[in-house]
Nanobody, 125 residues
Framework: QVQLVESGGGLVQTGGSLRLSCAAS????????MAWFRQAPGKEREFVAG?????????IIADSVKGRFTISTDNAKNTMYMQMNRLKPEDTATYYC?????????????????WGQGTQVTVSS
């Protein structure tokens, strides 16, 4: 099992930036695909971005944030980051870090076993 701890959320104005961090422990980092999901009130949890591992690291970014959000890892720290730029009010949500017991990255939230507690991102207009 992987323990995940998110940080970096907050309140920001439209057009601003935030960087979320997800510190992982309890499993070899490269053996677990990891992803960011978000959930706004009254909406379903949606995939935002993630990393998987084959011969090398690969990433998938949702179309809704492509060009504004980037995802990266620091393997030495077992930490995944998501840099969020040009934030919009519609990005307001609780953001969750998740890991699954496979290096294959998938977009369905039900594919993930381990979840962090979530961090709130609020973008004011």
């Amino acid at each position: 099992q992987v323990q995940l701890v998110e940080s970096g959320g907050g309140l920001v104005q439209t057009g601003g930036s935030l960087r979320l961090s997800c510190a992982a422990s309890g499993r070899t980092f490269r053996s677990a695909a990891m992803a960011w999901f978000r959930q706004a009130p009254g909406k379903e949890r949606e995939f935002v971005a993630g990393i998987g591992w084959s011969d090398t690291l690969y990433t998938i970014i949702a179309d809704s944030v492509k060009g504004r959000f980037t995802i990266s890892t620091d393997n030495a720290k077992n930490t995944m980051y998501m840099q969020m730029n040009r934030l919009k009010p519609e990005d307001t949500a609780t953001y969750y870090c998740a890991a699954r017991p496979s290096s294959l990255l998938l977009k369905g939230s039900n594919e993930y076993r381990d979840w962090g507690q979530g961090t709130q991102v609020t973008v004011s207009s």
